[in-house]
């Protein structure tokens, strides 16, 4: 014990003996006796500034600092502790959890559209919810990046990233998430077989297409005219009678595709111009 106001741990008025605070400052002191020795060192300066004559002052004052650190760090959300578990690397998944429709309000709202799309399908026809579902992650993605819609998109742009490998990151952050519901929505329509997952190719290709679009009007814009073309697009092709619209049959389809694998194209041919900011203003 050190001074004679000294009493055993535990009591009034006790320091830590010379012996334990040289194995606390070797880090070979252990639990419980290690809790209680930090316990008395955050309410006593005498004993700090005996840790600190004894060790110098570097190692204390960064050990403040490291805790001081690790205390006002924000605890990371739900979705970046899965994304981080799931093996995605520390820095991309705190991007990726601040992905703004990753949030609940925007993730209920899909739930609620889904669901009503789905009981619109059986009171009026499948295409309804084939043709709303892929409308989600156009949507999705335009809310995700941008100035004007994105909270964390200043930060974003200074990230030690590539603004285009970021934008496709939560791109496919958006994509897995609508993707995931309008599959489990899917299951509400057994009555129409496969013919209820009609909506995930268009969906692909519509995201598509407003990536391509994103350089040059923006990420809201991109959106904006990619879904009014795509209402257009069911509505000009929809069959007579009981007939559902034409991009819904394998021509249809097939359209489709040829035309996501072009606007696929395109987007690498210009992933150079996401990477200047006023192009994605």
Do not use: K, N
């Not at 742009?157 to 519901?181: D, E, I, K, N």
């Amino acid at each position: 014990m050190t001074g004679e106001e000294e009493t055993p741990m535990g009591g009034l008025g006790w320091h830590i003996p010379d012996g334990e605070l040289r194995r606390y400052a070797d880090r070979a002191l252990a639990p419980p006796l290690l809790w209680s020795t930090e316990a008395h060192l955050a309410a006593c300066a005498r004993c700090r500034h005996r840790l600190t004559v004894a060790v110098g002052p570097e190692p204390v004052d960064g050990g403040w600092d490291r805790l001081a650190a690790e205390m006002d760090a924000p605890a990371p959300r739900p979705i970046e502790r899965l994304l981080t578990r799931a093996g995605v690397p520390e820095h991309t998944a705190r991007l990726l959890a601040a992905t703004p429709v990753l949030r609940l309000s925007w993730l209920a709202a899909v739930v609620i559209t889904l669901a009503l799309t789905a009981f619109l399908a059986h009171l009026a026809h499948p295409a309804v919810f084939l043709a709303a579902a892929p409308l989600l992650p156009v949507a999705g993605v335009a809310l995700s990046f941008g100035p004007r819609v994105d909270p964390t998109y200043e930060i974003s742009v200074v990230a030690p990233m590539h603004t285009f490998r970021l934008l496709l990151l939560r791109c496919a952050a958006v994509l897995s998430a609508t993707t995931g519901l309008s599959a489990a929505a899917s299951l509400a329509l057994p009555e129409f077989g496969l013919a209820a997952v009609g909506w995930f190719l268009p969906a692909l290709v519509l995201t598509t297409l407003s990536l391509a679009l994103t350089p040059r009007f923006g990420p809201v814009l991109a959106a904006v005219a990619v879904g009014a073309g795509w209402v257009a697009l069911v509505a000009s092709t929809w069959g007579a009678g009981e007939a559902g619209p034409a991009v819904f049959v394998p021509a249809g389809q097939l359209a489709l595709a040829l035309t996501g694998g072009l606007a696929a194209l395109t987007v690498a041919r210009l992933r150079r111009a996401f990477e200047t900011p006023r192009r994605i203003r």
